[in-house]
């Protein structure tokens, strides 16, 4: 009988798959979380067969529990086969480079006007970059103003995966915003037709059986984009971590170089832990490196673990934005090594559609950061790691000058 690992992935959050893999002799990982069949398999060639739905399929593989907080239910995420591609489509037409341009000019205008508010005062980078990036994502995406958008996206990201007040808050957060979106999209449909703002494409988007979305599906998917957006400003808070411990990297972020930043942003997503594993089920009785994979198995691809693995990566614990500029930058990005979103192609199969919005967020976001003047006070800049998600503990504080 298989030992099960759910108290040990409690306890050790981000480490517990990177260890057990390192202490297999194959580094593929077989046990059971909360008593089903579990397979942890990580690297290039994992992430292959990950990522392809003749092995691994997501129908039924997101707990309630995760669905009730951070996707919300009948999500993307938890589609397959036609019916995912045609709604993945939807995402991804949304996300164009001309697109993402104004989201970033949005978010860098909605940034100028908070920025005066913080000088004088400690102020936590991660809920200051959710504000600014709440403000920005709603008035690209054309959602009627609301105040509790920023708080509700950071606790939907913060509470999925524990237990006690952090998860209820989470559920009550997705509560207020799926009914308040469900409302908005209701008004938009009984208004007349045209424009092409993100809601608009959301609300008037058919499923690939000709229908609406339903109207709590529709706020689902409205979600599955502000609150992601919101929640890169723990990639900012990481950011300014960065820049705290290694302030060389600062010159060149102020001096504007966009290909610098891009370089830093894609090592700040590779460096500090964010998401520590995507979960699907067996398809059928697969096979991986020669285990037997029986037919409903859950399989965990571990993507915290491979952005550290020594044998992808030169000294992974050295943070180095040059490993994505120089001639290993290639390699460095292929869709299959750097794995901070998923791995493959996002418009065949799980990939976050996401990942350019967030190199070029976090690209403008990090030289708003350096350009920045401000003191950090003591505080707890532990970042642990047996927190999921976790971030630097005092949420980055800063007190701008
Ligand atoms: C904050 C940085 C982000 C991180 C670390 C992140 C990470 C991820 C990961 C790990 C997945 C799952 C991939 C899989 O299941 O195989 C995912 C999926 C997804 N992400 Fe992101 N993401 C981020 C930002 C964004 C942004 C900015 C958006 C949208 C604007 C977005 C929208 C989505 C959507 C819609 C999916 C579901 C895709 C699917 O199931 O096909 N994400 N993301």
Known sequence: MMRDSSAALLVKGYAWLPDSRRGSADGVVETRLLGRRAYGIGGPSAARFFYDERHVRRTGAVPGSVQATLFGRGAVHTLDSLEHRHRKAMFLTLFTTDRIADLVAETGAAWDTAAPGWVGR????????????????????????????????????????????RHWQARAARRRQEQRLSDVVATLRDGRAGGDTPLEVIA??????????????????????????????????????????????????????RAFAEAFAHEVRRFYPFAPFVGGRAAGDVEFAGHAIPTGSLILLDLYGQNHDPALWKDPYRFDPERFLGPDAEAARDPFTLVSQGAGNPAAGHRCPGEPNTVA?????????????????????????????????????????
């Open 204 to 257: 008037r988007h058919r499923a690939d059986d000709g229908h609406l979305l339903t109207r709590g599906t529709a706020a689902v998917e409205i979600l599955n984009i502000a609150r992601p957006t919101v929640a890169v400003s723990w990639l900012v808070a990481f950011a300014a971590h960065a820049l705290h411990r290694w302030p060389d990297h600062r010159d060149p972020l102020r001096s504007g170089d």
């Open 361 to 401: 967020l976090l690209s403008d976001l990090a030289i708003r950061v350096a350009c920045l003047d401000y003191d950090v006070p003591p505080q707890d800049l532990d970042i642990p790691l047996d927190r999921v998600p976790t971030r630097p503990r005092d949420g980055m504080i800063v007190v701008p000058r």
């Open 122 to 165: 400690p102020v936590s980078l991660l809920d200051a970059a959710a504000a600014v990036l709440a403000d920005g994502v709603a008035r690209w995406m054309g959602l009627p103003p609301d105040g509790d958008l920023a708080g509700d996206c950071v606790a939907m990201v913060d509470g999925f995966a524990t237990a006690g007040q």
